[in-house]
C-alpha cells in the first residue's frame, strides 16, 4: 500500500472553527470536495488527550464499554481513524486493540 499525502486537510483536526468552516468552503467551491462533519461521533477532551498522547508518546489508560462490561487498559496511542471512527491503541504487549470512538468512556495519562 502506497502513502498518499492529504496535503492540507490532514490539518484540519486542529485549527479553530472560524477556519475550518472556510477551508471547507474553499474545498467545496473549489475542488468540488465533501468534508464529513467529525464534530459528533467523539468527545473533544477525549480526542484531544488521545492527540496529545501521539505526539507526546506517552501510556494512557483508556476505559471502554464492551457491551454491558466497562474494561480498563493501559496503552500506546497509534492513530484516530475518522473515516472509521475508531482509535488504534498499541497495548504493551504490542497487540493492537482497535476501539470504536462511540465506546470509549475516558481517557486519561497512566501512571
Known amino acids: 500500500m502506497r502513502y498518499e499525502d492529504r ?3 490532514k ?3 486542529f485549527l479553530m472553527p472560524e477556519h ?22 467523539i ?4 480526542e484531544n488527550a488521545l492527540n496529545d498522547a501521539i505526539f507526546s508518546g ?17 496503552a500506546f496511542v497509534e492513530k484516530l481513524d475518522y473515516v472509521q471512527e475508531e482509535v488504534h491503541l498499541v497495548k504493551r504487549n504490542f ?3 482497535i476501539v470504536p470512538f ?3 468512556i475516558s481517557v486519561r495519562l497512566s501512571n
Open 20 to 41: 475550518k468552516g472556510l477551508l471547507k468552503r474553499y474545498y467545496h467551491e473549489v475542488h468540488h470536495f465533501k468534508f464529513e462533519d467529525t464534530e459528533g461521533p
Open 102 to 104: 462511540k465506546q470509549i
Open 11 to 13: 490539518w484540519i483536526p
Open 95 to 97: 497487540h493492537v486493540e
Open 7 to 9: 496535503g492540507n486537510k
Open 58 to 74: 506517552d501510556i494512557v489508560t483508556v476505559t471502554a464499554m464492551n457491551g454491558p462490561l466497562t474494561h480498563h487498559f493501559d
Open 43 to 46: 468527545d473533544r477532551t477525549i
